[in-house]
């Protein structure tokens, strides 16, 4: 379970960068004016790589990329555009989160279980002394 929350963000990002890629060639052409006027697939781009790596990136450029996007044509965009547009955004930086949550929970789970261990191994002596 941990290499798919590990792993998943990752992929995904990179699956989402280049839908983005795809349509922008597909809408607008091969051509570099054309791709530097969508840029959104260069900062989704930009944002997967650096995440690669740095969690607290991933988490924030796909939380905050997502809620840009919601600001921006939430208004002027029906509803399900803009969740079917901003949703796979924010499901990613929430799999970065939860990513980093496991690694935060990993050193308390040892820790809980060294005390335990301990524990259990005062009781049994506990219990031979008495007899």
Do not use: C
Request: charged share 20%.
């Amino acid at each position: 379970m941990s290499k798919i929350l590990y792993w998943l963000p990752r992929l995904l990002s990179l699956f989402i960068t280049g839908f983005w890629l795809f349509y922008t060639v597909r809408a607008y052409g091969l051509s570099l004016t054309a791709l530097s006027k969508n840029g959104v697939w260069i900062a989704l781009l930009v944002f997967s790589l650096l995440a690669w790596r740095g969690q607290l990136i991933g988490r924030l450029g796909f939380i905050l990329m997502a809620v840009l996007y919601v600001m921006k044509a939430g208004a002027n965009l029906p509803f399900k555009t803009v969740a079917l547009t901003a949703g796979p955004l924010l499901f990613i930086g929430l799999l970065y989160f939860f990513d980093r949550q496991r690694i935060f929970l990993k050193p308390v789970k040892e820790t809980l279980d060294n005390l335990k261990k301990k524990y259990d191994d005062k009781t049994k002596t506990d219990d031979h002394e008495l007899i």
